[in-house]
């Protein structure tokens, strides 16, 4: 069986040696530095063939936000999860409007790191899995196609570059229109029933996805607010 690769950036020793040992008892193959340049020499180097990378917000050099947005340009699939301090909130909302699918606050226990790191795996493992099959090829909406074994959504026929995580946050919209999904619906179907953190994730993507979907992203017409409880889609 092949390891899962992950890749570590943070330059705190006793953090980074931390997460290493709990990532390699748990059967990741881990290639760890503490900065953001020398992680994104390793990325290229190594031809991309990370199945994860975990950042930390703030290193010396290239910062983890920067790391993310050049990691998620090379490789839409890339699963990333950011790390960052409880004071760091505009961070949390910065990494993930930059392509991060998710983060941990410092300090964190080895469950929560790798209920979150395993969760993640398992996204971008059943994406490759997917690309390999052609069971139910396309969902159609409107001027929308979902491509569900390539894994991309197209626009009138322009493709829309997606992370991980929008992508499952648009199936579920598709296979869910004109329904009104609870944040707490949407947290259960992409991130899981375990999942360790806040509603306000689902709040991040879909503002995300506004930016790439709407034509004006401030008053949206597909991804549509159901006051007090979540979102629902209109094609």
Known sequence: MEMKKILVAEDEDAIREFVVINLKRSGYDVVDTANGSDALEIYDSRSGEFDIALLDVMMPGMDGISLCRELRKRNSNLGIIMLTAKSQEMDKVNGLMNGADDYITKPFSPSELMARVDALHRRVALSEENGDR??????????????????????????????QVEFQIMEYFF??????????????????????????IVDVNVRRLRMKLEEKPSSPRHIVTVWGLGYKWEA
Not at 151 to 157: A, D, E, F, I, P
Not at 177 to 200: C, M, N, Q
């Open 134 to 163: 052609s069971f139910r090829e396309e969902l159609t909406s409107g001027d929308f196609v979902l491509n569900l074994r390539n894994r991309t959504l197209s626009k009138n026929g322009e493709l829309v570059e997606l992370t």
């Open 175 to 200: 296979s869910n229109p004109h329904t009104a999904l609870s944040r707490v619906d949407i947290l259960k179907h992409v991130w899981g029933e375990a999942f360790y953190g806040e509603e306000k």
